[in-house]
């Protein structure tokens, strides 16, 4: 249900047109109005709605082929019997990933964005609508692939987690310093295939820590199994953190 | 193409707020834009004409200011001129930059009849 978010739903009356006489002649209107302003407020109202139910929430961000989706069944797959979850994917077209989530017994809602390039808060609120949120310990959002404008829509997530794979080249967030700003944590993926590759990992992680000295790196291989108990082990830290 | 959604947006807040003044005519809108935001004036200067089609700005000249980046290094404390593409303070070389001004996205003001 819509209940204060903007959307095309007849039953809206929160916007109060205030109607004055015409007067006469140009006048300045001062309006000072933050163009994000409507999706801030929309996910500062997803964040209360997480927050009451204890929720951890992650937003995914990455290129497209970072293996955003494999990480996910993996992580699921493993974790499922220690941790509830449920799944947002997001994508332009197709609900592929949204049936390779489904087959982990994990509940699971594919948001297509059609044209648009990112995941926007009044989507995701409406799209967690059909999950048993109290009774579930993680939101996974997996946003559209992307390394540009996911970064400006905050979700009510609480952290961002940026995914690079080692095919992709070491310099990415010097190339895409926004994502890589907005992030908390990075993973760097596939390292099983480093060995074929000329990424330098060390250049990579200086490279990230200069355009966020913040951001914690975690290196791994989902397809492999390497460093993914680190990332466990964070992931059931922050579900920890927030329920004491 | 975020810009396309910001330029909307702009539109939908513009619009608004010239009918809550009761105008029958905006004659122009003003938007800030931070040179940090990752938005860019051009593009959001391209979708404006699509975006105001049959709305009250359709005509309206879009007015966008830019605002310059500035950022202060943690390390040294120095204020500089910084873009998106700036990750070393000029003054020291130190990777603590926090960004001061220029992540503005903003309609600041409306001219109406």
């Known amino acids: 249900m819509c209940t204060d978010c903007g959307c095309a739903a007849p039953d809206h009356h929160h916007h109060q047109h205030h109607q004055h006489e015409a007067e006469h002649g140009s006048r300045t209107v001062r309006i000072e109005e933050n163009l994000l302003a409507q999706n801030d407020r929309l996910a500062g109202q997803n964040r209360a709605r997480f927050e009451a139910c204890g929720l951890f929430v992650l937003n995914l961000v990455s290129s497209p082929g970072s293996g955003k989706t494999s990480l996910l069944e993996r992580t699921l797959t493993d974790l499922r019997s220690r941790l509830s979850f449920a799944v947002l994917e997001g994508d332009q077209q197709t609900a592929n990933d949204a049936e390779r989530i489904a087959v982990t017994g994990v509940p699971v809602k594919q948001i297509n964005t059609g044209a648009g390039c990112h995941l926007d808060a009044h989507q995701v609120g409406h799209g967690v609508d059909g999950f048993d949120l109290p009774a579930t310990d993680v939101l996974m959002i997996e946003n559209v692939g992307n390394l540009v404008c996911p970064a400006s829509f905050d979700l009510g997530e609480d952290h961002k987690v940026a995914v690079l794979s080692v095919t992709e080249g070491e310099d990415k967030p010097l190339k895409y310093p926004q994502m890589f700003r907005a992030a908390d944590l990075l993973l760097i993926n596939k390292i099983d295939l480093l060995p074929y590759l000329r990424f330098d990992l060390e250049k990579c992680k200086t490279f990230a820590r200069r355009v966020n000295p913040k951001i914690r790196i975690l290196e791994l291989s989902c397809h492999s199994g390497a460093g993914m108990e680190g990332w466990y082990d964070w992931l059931q830290d922050g579900v920890a953190r927030k329920n004491p | ?113």
């Open chain 2, 1 to 113: 193409m975020h810009e396309l959604g910001i330029t909307q947006s702009i539109v939908a807040i513009a619009e608004r707020a010239a009918r809550e003044q009761g105008a029958t005519r905006v004659n122009s809108v003003t938007v800030e834009i931070g040179e940090l935001s990752g938005v860019l004036a051009d593009a959001v200067a391209f979708c404006f004409t699509a975006c105001s089609q049959g709305t009250l700005l359709e005509g309206t000249r879009l007015q966008i200011e830019t605002i310059p980046g500035r950022g202060r290094c943690g390390a040294c404390g120095a204020e500089s001129a910084i873009d998106t593409y700036t990750f070393a303070c000029p003054a020291c070389g130190g990777f603590s930059l926090e960004r001061l001004q220029g992540e503005e996205l903003r309609v600041r003001e409306l001219e109406v009849d």
